[in-house]
């Protein structure tokens, strides 16, 4: 596999989460339960952590959300949970921060929007009050930028400068520039009010596809900040996984991101997790990092009349997902290994000895019989009502004879 190499950037510690070009891409996620509800929050938190999530993000826009926070990060340290909280503060951050004292210690990350703190250009009390409480408390602050909250001030003084071109830029340039220089802007004025580069995190949100890889693109050659990734308000179901794993995959190919979140609107019954399970997707199918190990199956067609192809395909992802959590104690590296459960002859054989281990089943009219691979050659054939049972009974024993100690 061809290796993308990934911009330059420091190293930023978020507690004990090392983020940068030198470390793995890091995932992130945010829980939507009220921070004042310190129970819901820490649950929900939990759920997020025993997913995958590296770092998780809470709301804090109150006195009570700031006091349930403290009371759900001394939970979760009680219980031995080290993942890094980030607080997410907008509008009255500085006010919340400099009267929480406490909070300000326990949080390991503050998130800050320029367009809703207050501008950094012109020198505000607000934004310069969190980057010094930030700085004494050696925590790390990401500078967000949101097209749905852009700095006011700075857009109407680009867009007036705008029209006074003899070529002005559209609308949508005019609004990139604005989105770029708020990021710029303020994360200069963090590093001169004593915040160190290697604490500092850049995040530029959008939630069209074209306009997210456009700005990235902007960012990544104007600086060597570490990026946060994310395609805002992307929606909810298949939409908004398509449009972020699309808008993702394109600036990970290019080199850029050091950690990334899906956004999407919640589904009723839908564990708030999958934003995290979407993520480890994007990053196992580029190559980047590896949770599970990866099932190939075929789609189906009219040779496969058949569904136990896609019984067994299915029965066996279940089965892994099942053994994982004791699989990554016993077998180390086991998330790397490549499972093919094939439908028919045509492709079945080849895919499966491509596979560390693969079955190819007989289809719709070939012979009742279904060849085994391992390491490319075909070690036995399965047949009657237990292949399933049988194949499984392999796995395990393949799995045992190639990860174990």
């Keep these: 596999m061809p290796k993308i190499l990934r911009r330059k950037t420091p190293a930023v510690k978020i507690g004990k989460v090392l983020m940068g070009s030198d470390h793995p891409i890091v995932i992130q996620s945010m829980t939507d339960t009220p921070t004042a509800d310190a129970d819901a929050t820490f649950h929900q938190t939990v759920e997020l ?26 939970s979760l340290r009680a219980f031995h949970i080290t993942t890094p909280i980030i607080g997410d503060f907008h509008f009255n951050g500085h006010a919340l921060l400099t009267k929480h004292g406490e909070l300000a210690e326990l949080l390991d990350k503050y998130r800050i929007n320029p367009g809703n703190v207050a501008s950094a250009r012109k020198d505000d009390d607000n934004f310069s009050s969190i980057i010094k409480i930030a700085v004494k408390n050696n925590k790390a602050v990401r ?25 002005p830029k559209t609308i949508k340039e005019v609004m990139y520039d604005t989105v770029v220089e708020s990021a710029m802007d303020s994360c200069h004025r963090a590093l001169d009010l004593g915040l160190p580069k ?12 074209q306009d997210t890889v456009e700005v990235y693109q902007r960012l990544a050659e104007l600086c060597d900040y570490c990026l946060h990734l994310g395609l805002t308000e992307a929606g909810g179901g298949v939409r908004g996984v398509t449009a972020s794993v699309a808008a993702l995959s394109i600036l990970l190919q ?3 991101g050091d950690t990334l979140r899906v956004s999407l609107t919640p589904e009723p019954g839908v564990s708030r997790a999958k934003e995290v399970e979407v993520c480890q997707e994007i990053l196992q199918a580029m190559g980047f990092r590896f949770f599970i190990p990866s099932v190939t199956s075929c789609p189906g067609c009219g040779r496969t009349k058949s569904i136990y192809f896609q019984e067994l395909a299915q029965s066996i992802r279940d089965h892994i997902s099942s053994r994982m959590q004791e699989w990554r104690k016993e077998y180390p590296g086991v998330e790397t ?6 439908g028919c002859v045509v492709n079945g054989p080849g895919e ?34 237990k292949i399933k049972e049988e194949f499984i009974q392999i796995l395990e024993s393949f799995v045992a004879r190639r990860f174990g100690k």
Excluded: C
Aim: hydrophobic share 50%; no cysteine.
């Design 143 to 167: 500078i967000g930028v949101n097209w749905g909250s852009l700095d006011k001030d700075l857009l109407a003084d680009l867009m007036d400068k705008n029209a006074r071109l003899a070529k």
């Design 337 to 342: 290994l490549k499972v093919a459960v094939m």
């Design 254 to 256: 290019k080199g850029i």
């Design 198 to 209: 290697n604490k500092l995190v850049v995040s530029a949100k959008l939630s069209i596809l």
């Design 352 to 385: 499966s000895k491509h596979a560390d281990i693969g079955i190819s089943l007989p289809g719709a009219f070939e012979e009742p019989v279904a060849p085994v691979y391992i390491d490319g050659e075909k070690i036995l054939m399965l047949k009657g009502d």
């Design 49 to 74: 952590v025993e997913a995958g999530s590296e770092l998780v993000r809470w709301t804090i826009n109150d006195d009570a959300a700031a006091q349930g926070a403290i009371k759900a990060i001394k």
